[in-house]
């Protein structure tokens, strides 16, 4: 990705702000996790089985990892990369209700994912660096408050819809039209200048070694990916499991993503007084409990509380992250956010994936029990391993 030059250009807070939220709803609310709210309903019409779910959102996963892996390689400005980004999310997603053949919509899923993940650190590098620059760094809870805003909107839609009977193809249009409509508002309000997202490499440094990041951040971030994702990719499943009534079941996603928009407004405010790493570890251990309880006892309740620990802790824990990897980068942070972002990819692509292959032709969830403990256990170690290790000083 090309390095933005530094203009005397000011937007407003606000309009960076809801630039950068309605991008990051639309890449991660309808791009990524879209999926999860329709699947339910895609096997209640007998689209899909839990098995073949878990292949398209480890299709999914697995364009996210290309992404992540090619951001930077891009020839653009980061505004740009997230304008076309979001144009390829709006097409594969309106896509998906226009035929019912399970290859094209991994080969759409993939697409799918692979724009979000451009957006993702696209947004994040030019929104975070304006927000440096117009001096309101607690802007980020208002940025990352956007995928859960996304999530929750997008939940609360099939929902609804999906309670009123509505075929799961006209609901995959549906949202397609809908991220067309954001991505124009964010057309209109994004930044056009760019803008130093961080000093230039020192004399002699190398152009590898700019955008660096301590590995064991990149791995508990990776952690963090396989962990949140069985539970964020399979909860309306369980929930359907307890009750087989959309207009309830269909509730576990609009609360997991209204959770996970209130929790980095809250945790905004408490990193000014909390470090990071201490953030991302206390969300560590949060996970593994929601990951945890489904297993131990499957009912609404326990549903409820996993959608609650889950969704209030994985923004916190992508926005800590974030920001952690971008105040250690040495000179543009677009290398630094991407292998993050990369980490992130290839844990949740493995959660799926280990899921699926645990669960075998089996119609129970045997399989996806075991990779939830699996996962909550690496969560753990990884909390315990951010709580002890020390902050590198600057």
């Known amino acids: 990705?090309?390095?933005?030059?530094?203009?005397?250009?000011?937007?407003?807070?606000?309009?960076?702000?809801?630039?950068?939220?309605?991008?990051?709803?639309?890449?991660?609310?309808?791009?990524?996790?879209?999926?999860?709210?329709?699947?339910?309903?895609?096997?209640?019409?007998?689209?899909?089985?839990?098995?073949?779910?878990?292949?398209?959102?480890?299709?999914?996963?697995?364009?996210?990892?290309?992404?992540?892996?090619?951001?930077?390689?891009?020839?653009?400005?980061?505004?740009?990369?997230?304008?076309?980004?979001?144009?390829?999310?709006?097409?594969?997603?309106?896509?998906?209700?226009?035929?019912?053949?399970?290859?094209?919509?991994?080969?759409?899923?993939?697409?799918?994912?692979?724009?979000?993940?451009?957006?993702?650190?696209?947004?994040?590098?030019?929104?975070?660096?304006?927000?440096?620059?117009?001096?309101?760094?607690?802007?980020?809870?208002?940025?990352?408050?956007?995928?859960?805003?996304?999530?929750?909107?997008?939940?609360?839609?099939?929902?609804?819809?999906?309670?009123?009977?509505?075929?799961?193809?006209?609901?995959?249009?549906?949202?397609g039209i809908l991220a067309l409509v954001g991505l124009l508002v964010v057309a209109v309000l994004m930044p056009r200048d760019g803008v130093a997202t961080a000093a230039a490499p020192r004399t002699g440094e190398s152009a590898a070694a700019s955008g660096t990041v301590s590995w064991g951040l990149v791995l508990s971030y990776?952690?963090?990916?396989?962990?949140?994702?069985?539970?964020?990719?399979?909860?309306?499943?369980?929930?359907?499991?307890?009750?087989?009534?959309?207009?309830?079941?269909?509730?576990?996603?609009?609360?997991?993503?209204?959770?996970?928009?209130?929790?980095?407004?809250?945790?905004?405010?408490?990193?000014?007084?909390?470090?990071r790493r201490r953030v991302l570890a206390g969300s560590h251990a949060l996970m593994a409990l929601g990951c945890l309880l489904p297993v131990v006892h499957?009912?609404?309740l326990t549903v409820l509380a996993a959608a609650l620990l889950v969704g209030g802790t994985f923004m916190v824990a992508t926005m800590a992250g974030m920001q952690e990897a971008r105040a250690s980068a040495i000179g543009d942070p677009t290398r630094a956010l991407g292998r993050m972002t990369a980490a992130f990819a290839i844990g949740q692509m493995a959660g799926p994936i280990l899921s699926s292959a645990l669960s075998g032709s089996s119609r129970g969830f045997g399989g996806l029990f075991i990779a939830l403990t699996v996962g909550a256990v690496a969560l753990l170690g990884s909390a315990v391993w951010l709580a002890r290790e020390p902050r590198p000083i600057a």
Do not use: E
């Open 1 to 175: 990705m090309s390095n933005p030059t530094l203009t005397m250009s000011r937007p407003s807070y606000l309009s960076v702000c809801v630039a950068g939220l309605l991008a990051l709803a639309i890449a991660m609310g309808i791009g990524r996790f879209a999926f999860t709210p329709m699947l339910p309903l895609m096997i209640r019409t007998g689209s899909l089985d839990v098995a073949a779910g878990g292949w398209l959102a480890a299709a999914n996963y697995a364009g996210y990892l290309l992404g992540a892996l090619t951001t930077v390689r891009l020839p653009l400005t980061p505004q740009r990369v997230g304008l076309v980004s979001l144009a390829i999310i709006v097409i594969s997603t309106a896509a998906m209700g226009w035929s019912g053949s399970v290859a094209f919509w991994l080969v759409l899923r993939f697409v799918a994912g692979a724009a979000s993940a451009w957006a993702l650190v696209s947004t994040s590098v030019w929104c975070l660096a304006w927000l440096a620059r117009l001096d309101r760094p607690s802007g980020a809870g208002i940025l990352y408050a956007g995928v859960g805003v996304g999530i929750a909107l997008a939940g609360l839609y099939c929902w609804r819809a999906g309670a009123a009977g509505a075929a799961p193809d006209n609901l995959w249009v549906q949202l």
């Open 222 to 275: 990776g952690i963090l990916g396989f962990g949140y994702i069985l539970p964020a990719t399979f909860l309306p499943v369980l929930a359907r499991a307890v009750v087989d009534d959309p207009s309830v079941f269909g509730a576990a996603w609009p609360i997991f993503g209204a959770a996970a928009a209130g929790s980095t407004l809250l945790a905004a405010a408490v990193l000014g007084h909390v470090s």
């Open 298 to 300: 499957l009912s609404a």
